[in-house]
């Protein structure tokens, strides 16, 4: 597997390029800003890009899709429910396979009512729905902070202590983190109810 992590833009989002390194396919997630790196990373390693996919809908992680669409003939998967173009709707628990790889969709609304994670193995791309040491907003339009506590309860807390978590903003103190480190370093993942996350996240 191949997988880069590359910083873009002033608002610290990161794009991911993943890819199966023997068939020579993979995906991009959430383009934004400095799209010929992105676009250099797929060349130097000759990838075809068969999907974007994007974790949620907000501008700041779309605004490159139609560009990297154009350049590499993939194809958009948001979730049903976003407003953004899309050309494969997902749900809940649906299964991607590009090459060797497998993508499964988590639908985790709180930050936005279309965010979605993705799991390949044991990495977890979080989108805004989890950042290093805490998790997405939820003042915006559609936030929800009930339903951000379902998600990181029901989804993500479930899911194995080894699991790597790639965020969509550099946020934290480290690129990168695993679910154990998170679940004692994570304010918001710290044992609460859901009526004490809700006043947490109001402050």
């Not at 993939?74 to 991607?96: F, L, Q, S, W």
């Not at 899911?159 to 790639?166: F, G, M, Q």
């Not at 934290?172 to 993942?189: D, I, M, P």
């Amino acid at each position: 597997m191949l997988l880069f992590q590359i910083l873009v833009g002033n608002l610290k989002n990161f794009t991911y390029v993943i890819g199966d390194e023997t068939e020579k396919v993979g995906i991009v997630i959430d383009p934004s800003w400095n799209l010929d790196r992105v676009m250099s990373t797929i060349r130097r390693n000759n990838l075809d890009i068969k999907y974007i996919f994007n974790t949620h809908s907000h501008w700041d992680h779309t605004i490159g899709n139609k560009e990297i669409a154009n350049r590499t003939g993939a194809r958009i998967i948001a979730h049903e429910c976003a407003p953004a173009h899309k050309d494969i709707p997902a749900k809940d628990d649906d299964v991607v396979e590009v090459g060797n790889l497998k993508f499964k969709i988590f639908h985790t609304p709180g930050h936005c009512p279309d965010s979605i994670c993705l799991m390949m193995d044991e990495n977890l791309f979080t989108g805004d729905t989890l950042f290093v040491g805490d998790c997405g907003r939820t003042d915006l339009a559609g936030g929800n902070p009930a339903q951000l506590y379902d998600s990181l309860v029901e989804k993500i807390l479930k899911l194995d202590d080894h699991t790597r978590i790639y965020a969509g903003h550099d946020y934290g103190s480290r690129l990168r983190s695993t679910l154990g480190y998170e679940k004692k370093h994570n304010r918001s993942l710290q044992p609460m109810s859901k009526e004490e996350f809700i006043e947490m996240m109001s402050k």
